[in-house]
């Protein structure tokens, strides 16, 4: 695949990520005040970044497990067709369990992996996402808690990438084709 030239915009800076990366970790915090030990559950690759930021700041005893799911590719666009690439290595039956996803699109990855999460019978199961893209949205599916609403445009940083480039940048930029 030939990439487009493009530029990336900044978005939203590093320091507004980082403090409210801190007030979701507080709200977290107090929702599963009573849990023995969460579960915080990592979709790879976006919030790779994101879940070692929160879990940092999070005031609980925590495990940490991953799943890689895509419905993209190295595309710009959701094939709408979501491939589980790995699966937890842990079980979460009965668990309190905390889905963390780098940004909600149209919804149907975040919404494959909750239904394939369900039939593990966590206790309780809530997700908090870095971004979300109400406008694009095409599955009922909602985060419990969000980082921050976008607008529709695509996205790069702070773990997020176009075709495996820009996941190092410490912001959210807009991604601005230029040919």
């Given at each position: 695949?030939?990439?487009?030239?493009?530029?990336?915009?900044?978005?939203?800076?590093?320091?507004?990520?980082?403090?409210?990366?801190?007030?979701?970790?507080?709200?977290?915090?107090?929702?599963?005040?009573?849990?023995?030990?969460?579960?915080?559950?990592?979709?790879?690759?976006?919030?790779?970044?994101?879940?070692?930021?929160?879990?940092?700041?999070?005031?609980?005893?925590?495990?940490?497990?991953?799943?890689?799911?895509?419905?993209y590719?190295?595309?710009?666009?959701?094939?709408?067709?979501?491939?589980?690439?790995?699966?937890?290595?842990?079980?979460?039956?009965?668990r309190?369990?905390?889905?963390?996803?780098?940004?909600?699109?149209?919804?149907?990855?975040?919404?494959?992996?909750?239904?394939?999460?369900?039939?593990?019978?966590?206790?309780?199961?809530?997700?908090c996402?870095?971004?979300?893209?109400?406008?694009?949205?095409?599955?009922?599916?909602?985060?419990?808690?969000?980082?921050?609403?976008?607008?529709?445009?695509?996205?790069?940083?702070?773990?997020?990438?176009?075709?495996?480039?820009?996941?190092?940048?410490?912001?959210?930029?807009a991604?601005?084709?230029?040919?």
């Amino acid at each position: 695949m030939t990439q487009k030239p493009y530029t990336v915009d900044e978005l939203i800076s590093a320091k507004a990520i980082a403090a409210r990366v801190e007030a979701l970790a507080k709200e977290i915090s107090s929702h599963y005040a009573d849990t023995d030990k969460l579960v915080v559950v990592g979709l790879l690759r976006g919030s790779f970044i994101f879940i070692a930021d929160l879990v940092r700041e999070l005031d609980l005893p925590v495990e940490v497990d991953f799943m890689e799911a895509s419905s993209y590719g190295n595309s710009t666009e959701s094939s709408r067709e979501v491939r589980i690439l790995k699966d937890l290595r842990g079980e979460i039956a009965g668990r309190d369990v905390l889905v963390v996803e780098d940004i909600v699109d149209t919804g149907y990855t975040l919404k494959h992996v909750l239904e394939i999460l369900e039939t593990r019978h966590p206790r309780r199961m809530e997700v908090c996402a870095l971004l979300n893209k109400p406008s694009r949205r095409e599955t009922d599916v909602t985060a419990r808690w969000v980082g921050f609403d976008i607008p529709d445009k695509f996205v790069v940083g702070y773990g997020i990438d176009y075709a495996q480039r820009n996941r190092n940048l410490p912001h959210i930029g807009a991604v601005r084709f230029t040919g």
